[in-house]
């Protein structure tokens, strides 16, 4: 009797290490699932914020060429109305001309 006493026992004992030993490998089993979670949600918030910067650099480029086009426009505008502008003051000149003439016949 003493002798299945202690077989009875060591059984109980060797399926509460094994129950123990189980739990403990759940457990790191839980904690990896953890750890990668978290990994994951490290890269995905790195990969976002990289997207938001790139959208950043993309709207300050963007601006640099509207910009660029817009400092241009302003040039080529003044330049065409010079030559109107010339050809309004050429004819007032003529037209000066052209009558300090008579005006010297007259006098």
Do not use: F, H
Request: overall charge negative; cysteine-free.
């Amino acid at each position: 009797a003493l002798t299945n006493a202690l077989a009875n026992q060591a059984l109980t004992d060797a399926l509460a290490n094994q129950a123990l030993t189980d739990a403990l490998a759940n457990q790191a089993l839980t904690d990896d699932l953890a750890n990668q979670a978290l990994t994951d949600d490290l890269a995905n918030q790195a990969l976002t914020n990289a997207l938001v910067n790139q959208a950043v650099t993309d709207a300050l480029a963007n601006q640099a060429v509207t910009d660029a086009l817009a400092n241009q426009t302003l040039p080529g505008a003044l330049a065409n109305q010079a030559l109107p502008d010339a050809l309004a003051n050429k004819t007032l000149t003529d037209a000066l001309a052209n009558q300090t003439l008579p005006d010297a016949l007259a006098n």
